[in-house]
């Protein structure tokens, strides 16, 4: 295929994509048809199906791309020679979440929801589930060895905890909005002991 039409194709994918995603946001995965996707879009149902053969294949791209939006971060904050300390993760982190929470990651917990009950979309979110978690292990260990946390403190306990907040933390940011990334990064650090500098 010549680059021009891989490249407007990949144009097209994401036109289709940003507009499932509107929808999902203001209608909710249920309440939003393959028209409103199509009246979104601009395209007819023939060029959208021409990508994606559903809506929950739509679905299953959103779900699959997401941890792509957040890996460039992850990478950047583990290659950082001394670590960050914990407290300044979390804060970087909470301010990119809050940052997609209106685009890419709107329809993040309808998601999550949705994969306690479908098990085509399960498996793609825990995939992503495990990998935030393993980044935040990852953080919590080279906490303990630079003397941050205590040194029989288990990472995997830290990360569990870490990786639950961050998910509480989107919750909170769109439905009450009143944690900023500096209140929750001085929360963590005023706990002391997983947080200390």
């Known amino acids: 295929m010549p680059k021009v039409s891989e490249e407007h194709a990949a144009a097209r994918r994401e036109q289709i994509l940003a507009a499932a995603q509107a929808c999902?946001?203001?209608?909710?995965?249920?309440a939003t048809s393959?028209?409103?996707?199509?009246?979104?879009?601009?395209?007819?149902?023939?060029?959208?199906?021409?990508?994606?053969?559903?809506?929950?294949?739509?679905?299953?791209?959103?779900?699959?791309?997401?941890?792509?939006?957040?890996?460039?971060?992850?990478?950047?904050?583990?290659?950082e020679d001394p670590p960050v300390p914990?407290?300044?993760?979390?804060?970087?982190?909470?301010?990119?979440?809050?940052?997609?929470?209106?685009?890419?990651?709107?329809?993040?917990?309808?998601?999550?929801?949705?994969?306690?009950?479908?098990?085509?979309?399960?498996?793609?979110v825990v995939a992503n589930m495990r990998q935030a978690r393993a980044f935040w292990t990852e953080v919590a260990s080279r906490?303990?060895?630079?003397?941050?946390?205590a040194p029989d403190a288990d990472p995997e306990a830290v990360g569990a905890v870490l990786f639950t907040m961050v998910a509480g933390h989107l919750v909170d940011h769109k439905l009450l909005g009143d944690i900023s990334p500096e209140l929750l990064a001085r929360g963590l650090r005023d706990l002391g002991g997983a947080a200390r500098d």
């Open 34 to 79: 393959m028209n409103d996707i199509f009246a979104e879009a601009g395209l007819s149902a023939g060029a959208v199906y021409s990508y994606f053969k559903s809506k929950d294949e739509i679905i299953a791209t959103m779900t699959s791309r997401a941890i792509l939006l957040l890996a460039p971060f992850f990478d950047s904050v583990l290659a």
């Open 24 to 30: 999902f946001a203001r209608k909710g995965f249920h």
């Open 86 to 124: 914990l407290h300044e993760v979390m804060r970087r982190f909470a301010a990119l979440v809050q940052e997609l929470s209106d685009g890419p990651m709107s329809v993040a917990p309808q998601v999550w929801s949705a994969a306690t009950y479908d098990p085509e979309l399960a498996p793609l």
């Open 143 to 149: 906490e303990r060895k630079a003397g941050r946390l």
